[in-house]
């Protein structure tokens, strides 16, 4: 077949005479004369109509959504991941708004109970609070203290208390592995359950993550710090003192890295990170 098609495309010039004979009938045989230039213009047009029809094939059938498909679906993938992002810049500019009307409306309703401290004092030791022969009330001489007083005093300067209680009641899920990059422990409880500062402190950092939700970062005196993370809501702002067992705030499934209710504590000191364990009870 192939000699047979280099025959014809040689005489491009001149006829070519193909006989057919039939082996059975010789008298049967039969011949027709053929042209380069009809078989080029032949194959022209058998290719035309191939790439017409295929063409038709793939624009009236399901075939070419399917190509369409598989083309648009990386272009797709990205715009869901910039929606994503878009909404989780969306909810930290609500939370963000939301913080900030708390924290107007505790400034423009809360009753100013300052009082100094020579003040206080002479309260306590008066009749009317403190009758004759009785016991002198247990009161946290720092409560009484303002947040310069606390620092200048040296209070940050002293060990913290520990080993300490839970910051939160609730229940053990995952415990501190460095190598895996979990600075932590993290303890599973219900939303909106309180926890509380580990030792006296005061607050370096609070606001929101996204994905961490609220996050609480206490400095504590000894060069260490512990952090709270996957709040829902926050009692204290950055630079308050809180004493240990004060309510820092509330946990909830708060960030792109929760994976349920749960509030994740870590120690560090002087920078290195501490397995929390060696500081609770």
Do not use: C
């Not at 002479?122 to 720092?142: D, H, I, K, Q, W």
Request: charge should be negative; avoid cysteine.
């Amino acid at each position: 077949m192939w000699e047979f098609i280099k025959r014809i495309f040689s005489e491009r010039e001149g006829d070519v005479t193909v006989v057919v004979l039939d082996e059975h009938d010789p008298d049967g045989s039969s011949s027709f004369k053929l042209r380069a230039r009809d078989i080029v213009k032949m194959v022209v047009v058998v290719i035309l109509l191939s790439v017409l029809f295929t063409t038709i094939i793939f624009f009236a059938t399901p075939l070419g959504s399917l190509y369409q498909y598989k083309e648009d679906y990386a272009l797709r993938q990205n715009v869901i991941e910039i929606s994503e992002r878009v909404m989780s810049l969306q909810d930290s500019l609500v939370a963000r708004d939301t913080q900030l009307n708390d924290m107007k409306d505790v400034l423009r309703s809360a009753a100013d109970t300052m009082l100094a401290v020579d003040q206080t004092a002479e309260v306590l030791m008066s009749e009317e609070y403190f009758p004759a022969g009785g016991s002198v009330p247990n009161v946290r001489t720092l409560e009484m203290l303002s947040q310069n007083e606390i620092i200048f005093s040296g209070s940050l300067n002293e060990t913290p208390d520990f080993p300490s209680d839970y910051p939160i009641e609730g229940r053990f899920t995952q415990g501190y592995n460095a190598e895996d990059g979990h600075f932590g422990i993290d303890i599973a409880a219900r939303p909106e359950t309180d926890f509380v500062a580990l030792a006296d402190g005061t607050v370096m950092n609070a606001g929101w993550t996204i994905n961490y939700g609220y996050v609480v970062y206490l400095q504590h005196g000894n060069g260490v710090v512990s952090v709270y993370k996957h709040g829902s809501k926050l009692t204290r702002a950055k630079g308050d003192f809180v004493l240990k067992g004060d309510i820092l705030g509330q946990i909830g499934d708060r960030g792109v890295l929760s994976t349920g209710s749960h509030l994740h504590l870590e120690i560090w000191k002087n920078g290195v990170p501490q397995d929390p364990l060696m500081y609770l009870n």
